[in-house]
């Protein structure tokens, strides 16, 4: 069982060396094929467009700093509804109840945000 | 050798390695992107305990949100400074500390005994079995913890809210 068990993550494993591989591949066989002619006006933010002023690291409103932290709360639900759809062949009706309460709950604090004008981009 | 032996130790060299870098590099969202490193490795070794839904919380709240929430947090600052002070005069006092503190722990391990038997987890669906005692015997710590979560993000855009309208 336990090497069964570790044999599927082998799968994972080759996926995940095949993913590296594959760009770090394309990057260098592309390196060896393109010319290279590198000046400083290439390097600018747009080029042959507008003339960028100051430097790119600004410090932002502290607002968007609620979208991180909406992400965060919706993905911790993300983590409870993981077992309940594994166990919910065995569970049945009440398990569907309780997750309906617990993503309502979740769901007035959206709406919530949403009334408070947090996701309003201005 | 078996290949459990040489996962742990690809595993462990990354999860070393990405915190180490979290430590030495200079720019802020270097760190982070090495510290998410250091994360998802963590998350493999979970994955060799055969804790699944644990690494799976790892991989989704750590390397992910975690790391999100900490870019965000270094754009909403000022980091453009970086200090340089008082690095290299403690540099042998450190070494000192950090060895016997090695030392200490490393002892601590060898002759750490733990009891009873180990839980025979490994022939059942450890996922499964989460689901099923978690909608069962605790329903009730789950439906609170929407109430925590619902709580949190309520109290964040009080905060947050007023600290935009004070500017």
Request: cysteine-free; hydrophobic content about 55%.
């Amino acid at each position: 069982m336990a090497d069964l068990y570790s044999n599927n993550y082998l799968i994972v494993a080759i996926f995940f060396i095949l993913g590296l591989a594959l760009p770090i591949g394309a990057l260098t066989a592309g390196r060896f094929l393109r010319p290279n002619n590198p000046i400083a006006e290439k390097r600018t933010t747009y080029e042959s467009g507008m003339e960028p002023i100051g430097g790119s690291w600004v410090q932002f409103n502290v607002k968007y700093y609620i979208y991180a932290l909406l992400f965060v709360v919706f993905d911790v639900e993300t983590i409870f509804l993981y077992p309940w759809a594994v166990a919910y062949d065995q569970l049945g009706l009440f398990a569907l109840v309780e997750m309906l309460i617990f993503v309502t709950l979740l769901v007035i604090g959206l709406i919530y945000a949403w009334k408070k004008k947090v996701l309003e981009w201005d | 050798m078996s290949g459990q032996f040489v996962a742990f130790f690809i595993l462990s060299l990354l999860t070393i390695g990405g915190a180490v870098f979290m430590i030495s590099l200079q720019k802020v969202v270097h760190q982070v992107v090495a510290l998410a490193f250091s994360f998802l490795s963590i998350a493999g070794l979970y994955v060799m305990l055969e804790a699944e839904f644990v690494a799976v919380t790892q991989v989704l709240v750590y390397a992910g949100s975690i790391s999100i929430l900490m870019l965000f947090g270094i754009m909403l600052t000022r980091h453009d400074a970086h200090e340089d002070t008082g690095r290299g005069k403690f540099k042998f006092l450190a070494f000192i500390v950090v060895a016997a503190f090695f030392v200490l722990v490393f002892m601590g391990i060898q002759t750490m005994n733990i009891e009873g038997t180990p839980a025979n987890f490994s022939q059942q669906n450890n996922v499964l079995e989460i689901g099923k005692l978690m909608f069962s015997q605790y329903v009730i710590p789950f439906e609170i913890m929407s109430v925590l979560l619902l709580v949190a993000l309520v109290g964040a855009i009080i905060l947050a809210k007023r600290e935009a309208d004070d500017k």
